[in-house]
């Protein structure tokens, strides 16, 4: 297979910040998590027109910040993810190994995701 390559823009989003707690023990998805994983999909949609792969995948992740403040690795690609299930990928289960990567760009801060 051809190496496939998306860019979404803007600022890699922490798990942190996806959920607030609800009643009891429930937790729901805010609104700025919604739209950030709304406007993923469509970044997507726009740059893979084929159906969704079904194959086993390996990928390559490049975390483009825009500031050099503490950020883990493992808490900015949930959402991204997520937002590739049913449009790039059938689900993210299917990634068998990815390979994350940290950079900062404060003029174009992004996510990179290769296949």
């Known amino acids: 297979m051809k190496p496939i390559k998306i860019i979404l823009q803007g600022s890699p989003i922490?798990?942190?910040?996806?959920?607030?707690?609800?009643?009891?023990?429930?937790?729901?998805?805010?609104?700025?998590?919604?739209?950030?994983?709304?406007s993923y999909q469509w970044q997507i949609k726009s740059q893979w027109g084929l159906k969704p792969l079904k194959e086993?995948?390996?990928?390559?992740?490049?975390?483009?910040?825009?500031?050099k403040r503490k950020h883990d690795?493992?808490?900015?690609?949930?959402?991204?993810?997520?937002?590739?299930?049913?449009?790039?990928?059938?689900?993210?289960?299917q990634v068998i190994k990815a390979t994350?990567?940290?950079?900062?760009?404060?003029?174009?801060p992004r996510i990179e995701i290769t296949i």
């Open 14 to 38: 922490s798990n942190n910040s996806l959920y607030k707690r609800g009643r009891g023990n429930s937790f729901y998805m805010t609104k700025e998590a919604k739209a950030s994983k709304e």
């Open 100 to 108: 994350i990567q940290k950079y900062y760009d404060p003029k174009n």
């Open 73 to 93: 690795w493992d808490n900015y690609m949930k959402i991204a993810s997520d937002a590739c299930n049913g449009i790039l990928w059938k689900d993210d289960e």
């Open 56 to 67: 086993i995948l390996i990928i390559g992740v490049k975390l483009y910040f825009k500031d």
